[in-house]
């Protein structure tokens, strides 16, 4: 089988006014010079941005470049999941990324679909092989999983229900994600995992999101972004040396590419992908 070239896309999340559309339209602009495979967007849970995702999309669509939205299934019913895909697939879209996705605050039932492998069974059944469907992957495991065999047969049921391919949750340990590939190979999966890549700009902020979502920011890198207090610069100076770091270590193990978790920030995402030379790379 011939190796693939790497895939390096960018994700975005919808504005919540006119004034952060037009923030974003100048920020994808910039980002759009790197060339990246593909923009995804964001669901918000419950479908909270249902029509800010499809805006988004559509204009990203129009400027020429490939778009994948999410599609989270918490919350939703058949009907709303299949409206959402009906949509789509008459605009033109190929590629998704099929979410489980949080209960919304204040919603007691998770609605028709329990697990993200659910979505993708009836994402197929209703569309076929019309999308690409990317589905989540935890190197560090879900928060939420029993165990970490649990976690990695949780894994397995979204591809066995039809999933393509995979993006991971960020991480900062190289290990976790090597070791995650080999007990995916170990039972059977050989799809492309995608490691997820988070930047770094604020202590506080990657603190908070890596409690919630179970991401481990390894203890010196804690304890150095710690020592930098307020200073922003020395914050992200020193996070773009890690993430680099990082970066390089999974482009050169073989990784199937990254996938820039951006914030709907330009500048830290476009001074990693141009210190790993990637524009250069996708011209080859």
């Known amino acids: 089988m011939t190796p693939q070239p790497p895939v390096f896309s960018l994700e ?17 602009a910039r980002m759009a010079l790197l060339k990246p495979r593909f923009f995804s967007v964001t669901f918000g849970a419950g479908g909270s941005t249902r029509d800010r995702t499809l805006q988004t999309v559509l204009e990203i669509q129009r400027e020429g470049h490939q778009a994948a939205p999410h599609l989270s299934c918490i919350g939703s019913t058949q009907d709303s999941i299949r409206s959402i895909l009906e949509q789509y697939q008459a605009q033109g879209i190929r590629h998704l990324v099929a979410l489980r996705g949080d209960l919304p605050s204040g919603m007691a039932r998770p609605g028709t679909f329990r697990y993200a492998n659910e979505l993708v069974e009836f994402i197929r059944a209703e569309t076929g092989d019309w999308f690409h469907i990317e589905v989540a992957a935890y190197p560090e495991y879900h928060p939420q999983a029993k165990s970490p065999m649990d976690d990695l047969l949780a894994f397995k049921r979204k591809l066995d229900a039809g999933a393509d391919s995979a993006i991971t949750q960020y991480f900062y ?20 995992i995608v490691p997820g890549i988070m930047p770094i700009s604020s202590y506080s902020s990657l603190a908070r999101f890596s409690d919630n979502c179970g991401a481990e920011i390894p203890r010196w890198v804690r304890k150095k972004l710690e020592s ?57």
């Open 228 to 284: 930098y207090g307020d200073d922003t610069l020395s914050i992200r100076a020193f996070g773009l040396d890690v993430v680099s770091a990082l970066c390089a270590k999974l482009l050169a193990s073989g990784a199937p590419g990254l996938h820039f978790y951006t914030l709907n920030q330009v500048e830290l995402t476009t001074t990693l992908w141009h210190r790993l030379g990637l524009s250069q790379a996708m011209l080859k």
């Open 12 to 28: 975005l999340f919808p504005p919540q006014t006119p004034e952060g559309a037009e923030k974003l339209r100048a920020a994808r």
């Open 173 to 192: 340990n190289f290990d976790a994600y090597a070791y995650f590939i080999d007990e995916c190979q170990a039972v059977g999966i050989d799809v492309p």
